[in-house]
T-cell receptor, first 113, second 109 residues
Framework: ETGVTQTPRHLVMGMTNKKSLKCEQH?????MYWYKQSAKKPLELMFV???????ENNSVPSRFSPECPNSSHLFLHLHTLQPEDSALYLC????????????FGNGTRLTVT | GQNIDQPTEMTATEGAIVQINCTYQ??????LFWYQQHAGEAPTFLSY??LDGLEEKGRFSSFLSRSKGYSYLLLKELQMKDSASYLC??????????WGAGTKLIIKP
């Protein structure tokens, strides 16, 4: 298996549920990212990890909690979400140098009811 | 503030040529990326420009003018599979990516 894999592809959860999104990259990259994509809006950067260390947290509400146990795996733990959190959540990875391109997973389509 | 502008939607005919524009105002500039995203799929990297001029890659070309804060993606010999959203992103002076909202390209037979 190659590239960036995200599971699940679709998730429906109530506002009181707790769930986790998983991302795995098989590209040997050192940096991993969580993005939120809403319809007709620019990608919103949520979290960045370099060599397993969190280097960015773009004022994301605490109901989103990232975890990076190693440079190949990234999780996004979700709890007490709001309906406006419904969106496509994309994971991406890249090589260490600044102008290397991002490699994205297919995303998790999240619906909060 | 930082801003990227691209048209929301464009329509073109199979076999034709289409140009998707992107204008930007950012704090510094360290390169511009174009990505393609088919519905329900991952964005995939198309091109990177950091110097002025045209970069050609098969049917796709990307142009940059840093003095004008302007780029375009040129798609030739359009095919139905080119129907997708095209995302423009600029890397600012802090190497942060600033994204446009994307241009949805519809190809008609």
């Amino acid at each position: 298996e190659t590239g960036v894999t995200q599971t699940p592809r679709h998730l429906v959860m109530g506002m009181t549920n707790k769930k986790s999104l998983k991302c795995e990259q098989h590209l040997g990259h050192n940096a991993m990212y969580w993005y939120k994509q809403s319809a007709k809006k620019p990608l919103e950067l949520m979290f960045v990890y370099n060599f397993k260390e969190q280097t960015e947290n773009n004022s994301v509400p605490s109901r989103f909690s990232p975890e990076c146990p190693n440079s190949s795996h990234l999780f996004l733990h979700l709890h007490t979400l709001q309906p406006e959190d419904s969106a496509l959540y994309l994971c991406a990875s890249k090589q260490g140098y600044e102008n290397s391109p991002l490699h994205f997973g297919n995303g998790t389509r999240l619906t909060v009811t | 503030g930082q801003n990227i502008d691209q048209p929301t939607e464009m329509t073109a005919t199979e076999g034709a040529i289409v140009q998707i524009n992107c204008t930007y105002q950012t704090s510094g500039f360290n390169g511009l990326f174009w990505y393609q995203q088919h519905a329900g799929e991952a964005p995939t990297f198309l091109s990177y420009n950091v110097l002025d001029g045209l970069e050609e890659k098969g049917r796709f070309s990307s142009f940059l003018s840093r003095s004008k804060g302007y780029s375009y993606l040129l798609l030739k010999e359009l095919q139905m599979k080119d129907s997708a959203s095209y995302l423009c992103a600029v890397m600012d002076s802090n190497y942060q990516l600033i994204w446009g909202a994307g241009t949805k390209l519809i190809i008609k037979p």
